[in-house]
């Protein structure tokens, strides 16, 4: 079973914000980072460390954690932000094994 | 820019072992960094298998650390992935990526489905 939990799915109406969340208790010792997996594709890192954006993607992508949640909020959602969505993290070991979640299905409205 | 190209045979007998490659462009695998590989079933989530520091200390999967090895080899600027003993719920699709860490992977290859069946 995935030591980080993640809603299966969410919704958001175009233009507007969603958050999605996940949660772990290795979030209270390492970032999570976020990946964008769109169907037949390679999943893609949209956010990483404490709120770090790789090059290319849009700054309506912002990340953020409180405790044992990251989340990743999407500011104005466009319809290509319609896609799978999953965070992972190292495990609680502190042996700096990895962990995903289980992924969310982000759909846009 | 760098990329990643996964290699290896598509269909795999239960019992035997998976087998493949990552091919590295753009970046000397002896220069740093972690590299890792991922997989995911058809239909299912990602889960990470295992990572290893171009120096070669490895990172396993507690789930897959009895069947998994991985091994880098600088000359070649690749690295490799063995399962050993596989069912068929091994079949999926398996990425090779580099990662700033264990787990942060910031280039993915694009990746390639192993079956496994008889």
């Known amino acids: 079973s995935s030591e980080l939990t993640q809603d299966p799915a969410v919704s958001v109406a175009l233009g507007q914000t969603v958050r999605i969340t996940c949660q772990g208790d290795?979030?209270?010792?390492?970032?999570a980072s976020w990946y964008q997996q769109k169907p037949g594709q390679a999943p893609v890192l949209v956010i990483y460390?404490?709120?770090n954006r790789p090059s290319g993607i849009p700054d309506r992508f912002s990340g953020s954690s409180s405790g044992n949640t990251a989340s990743l909020t999407i500011t104005g959602a466009q319809a290509e932000d319609e896609a799978d969505y999953y965070c992972?993290?190292?495990?609680?070991?502190?042996?700096?094994?990895?962990?995903f979640g289980g992924g969310t299905k982000l759909t846009v409205l | 820019q760098v990329q990643l190209q996964e290699s290896g045979p598509g269909l795999v007998k239960p019992s035997e072992t998976l087998s493949l490659t990552c091919a590295v462009s753009?970046?000397?695998?002896?220069?740093?960094?972690?590299w890792g590989w991922i997989r995911q079933p058809p239909g299912k989530g990602l889960e990470w298998i295992g990572s290893?520091?171009?120096?070669?200390?490895?990172y396993y999967n507690p789930s897959l650390k009895s069947r998994v090895t991985i091994s880098v080899d600088t000359s070649k600027n690749q690295f490799s992935l063995k399962l050993s003993s596989v069912t068929a719920a091994d079949t999926a699709v398996y990425y090779c990526?580099?990662?700033?860490?264990?787990?942060?992977?910031?280039?993915w290859g694009q990746g390639t489905l192993v079956t496994v069946s008889s």
């Open positions: 290795s979030l209270r010792s390492y970032y």
């Open positions: 992972n993290s190292r495990d609680s070991s502190g042996n700096h094994l990895g962990v």
């Open positions: 460390g404490k709120n």
């Open positions: 290893i520091y171009h120096s070669g200390s490895t």
């Open positions: 753009g970046y000397s695998i002896s220069s740093g960094y972690y």
């Open positions: 990526a580099r990662a700033l860490d264990t787990a942060t992977f910031f280039y």
